[in-house]
């Protein structure tokens, strides 16, 4: 079945550590990708977005994701990870670019200060 | 804050009842989803409006039913409630162009269903 698959449900890491989180997709054809972060009590809001061209994207709070086509992939990092970053991460697929956007399960990102 | 309004923020309820969940989009977008999140299932795709036409279908139940009204705003509608149903219902809304979706949406805060 088509998904979205993100690998890491749960991760902790250190303050000032590097952060990558896997995301898989297995839609055929032209997507565009998402990653939103939902903080804790908050509702979910966009990280970062790929409609096209370089496949190295860079969204807020200096988090980036690179599309590696041949791969299926979207995966998103942050090279010194803040306390602040404590959160959840989705992965979104927005497959053909028709109306569904379908998101993976989800990673808890716990940041120990 | 998104924009994007979403009442009522908590419910709770005993099985078999139905209830509403009642969506404002941002102002400027004809498109609404719903999703529903739980800790098993993470975010799941409901359905999709547009304008008042249904666009798109997830995995939505025949028990619950949806709808967007001409001033944009839409209900979920959800009945013969089970305990499974207990969950974070979200809506969004979508940023379009030439009348096609970016698959940007902007999130409601979340209705909170909890079934007794």
């Known amino acids: 079945a088509q998904s979205v698959s993100q690998h890491n449900h749960h991760v902790i890491l250190s303050e000032a550590a590097s952060l990558e989180l896997g995301c898989n997709y297995s839609?055929?054809?032209?997507?565009?990708l998402f990653w939103y972060v939902q903080y804790p009590g908050q509702h979910l809001q966009l990280l970062l977005k790929y409609f096209s061209g370089d496949p190295l994207v860079k969204g807020i709070k200096g988090f980036e994701a690179e599309f590696i086509k041949s791969k299926f992939s979207f995966n998103l990092r942050k090279p010194s990870v803040q306390w602040s970053d404590t959160a959840e991460y989705f992965c979104?697929?927005?497959?053909?670019?028709?109306?569904?956007?379908?998101f993976g399960k989800g990673t808890r990102l716990h940041i120990l200060p | 804050d998104s924009g994007v309004t979403q009442t009522p923020k908590h419910l709770i309820t005993a099985t078999g009842q139905r209830v509403t969940l009642r969506c404002s989009p941002r102002?400027?977008?004809?498109?609404v989803y719903w999703y529903q999140q739980s800790l098993d299932q993470g975010l799941q795709f409901l359905i999709q409006?547009?304008?008042?036409?249904?666009?798109a279908k997830g995995n939505i139940l025949e028990r619950f039913s949806a709808q967007q009204f001409p001033d944009l705003h839409s209900e979920l509608n959800l009945s013969s409630l089970e305990l499974g149903d207990s969950a974070l219902y979200f809506c969004?809304?979508?940023?379009?162009?030439?009348?096609?979706?970016?698959?940007?949406?902007?999130f409601g805060e979340g209705s909170r269903l909890t079934v007794l």
């Open positions: 839609y055929g054809g032209t997507v565009n």
């Open positions: 979104a697929v927005n497959p053909n670019r028709d109306d569904k956007i379908i």
């Open positions: 409006y547009y304008n008042g036409e249904e666009r």
């Open positions: 969004a809304s979508s940023v379009s162009v030439l009348g096609r979706n970016t698959g940007e949406l902007f």
């Open positions: 102002s400027g977008d004809l498109s």
